[in-house]
């Protein structure tokens, strides 16, 4: 079953950068009252200035991308990460590419680009994320669907399957299935559209379906009362 993931809004991008920051700057202010404790003067406080606290400033974000799976301590509290395209995970070269960008996408055009794109691209994502085939995605759903809210779908009694071959799947595909729909529902943008034909596709292949039904919603939501009667 494909997996489908839901992008990171704006909002909450713009405040993980806000938090990751934040971090920066308590991290550095505990640095120089460190080095003033330790009573670092002269050279030695212009090394700990350009080799320690410069790296940390200027790499902060690539490095606990790439070391931390794509993300950030603000990415963390928000509960959002970088992933590739395809769901795999980034390597070090789309981390640095992403992040290389980042010197256009914000900090150039004071995040003016980067806003732009994000709400413009049906994948939500800045310039250094198309180069590098990457995008933030939350790490958990906002709509979660529970398997009760789904058993109270339709009324069983008397209900005919259509699609024995149901009752093969996980509780967890038919929660994505649902999960799917409510998304396509409340957002109707192209790039949901596109997951729910993805979501069809691969309910063909499992279901050993020779064409998709027409109606790709009713399809869905008839494999979800499938496989209530059949399995409960």
């Given amino acids: 079953m494909t997996i489908t993931y839901e992008h990171a809004y704006l909002r909450e991008r713009i405040l993980a950068f806000v938090l990751d920051y934040v971090f920066l700057i308590i991290t550095v202010m505990i640095l ?8 670092m003067t ?23 991308e790439t070391l931390n799976h794509g993300q950030t301590l603000g990415k963390m509290i928000l509960r959002i990460k970088v992933v590739k395209l395809d769901g795999k995970q980034p390597d070090v070269y789309d981390y640095l590419l992403r992040w290389t960008l980042r010197l256009l996408d914000i900090w150039i055009s004071f995040g003016t680009l980067a806003c732009i794109l994000i709400t413009s691209n049906q994948n939500s994502q800045r310039l250094g994320e198309i180069v590098s085939n990457t995008l933030v995605v939350r790490v958990r759903p906002r709509a979660a669907i529970t398997l009760r809210e789904i058993l109270q ?6 209900y005919v399957p259509q699609y024995p071959e149901i009752r093969n799947f996980r509780e967890e595909d ?5 999960q799917s729909i409510d998304r396509y529902n409340k957002y109707l943008n192209e790039a949901h559209r596109s997951a729910l034909l993805e979501l ?10 020779a064409v ?21």
């Fill in 174 to 178: 038919i929660l994505l299935i649902k």
């Fill in 32 to 39: 120089y009252f460190l080095m003033f404790s330790l009573g």
């Fill in 212 to 232: 998709v039904p027409e109606n790709k919603m009713e399809f869905l939501k008839t494999c979800i009362k499938d496989y209530i009667v059949l399995t409960r």
């Fill in 200 to 209: 069809c596709d691969a309910m063909k292949s499992r279901l050993n379906l």
């Fill in 42 to 64: 002269g050279e030695i406080a212009t090394i700990v200035n350009f080799l320690v606290i410069g790296v940390i400033v200027t790499f902060y974000t690539l490095i606990l």
């Fill in 153 to 158: 779908i339709d009324d069983r009694q008397s």
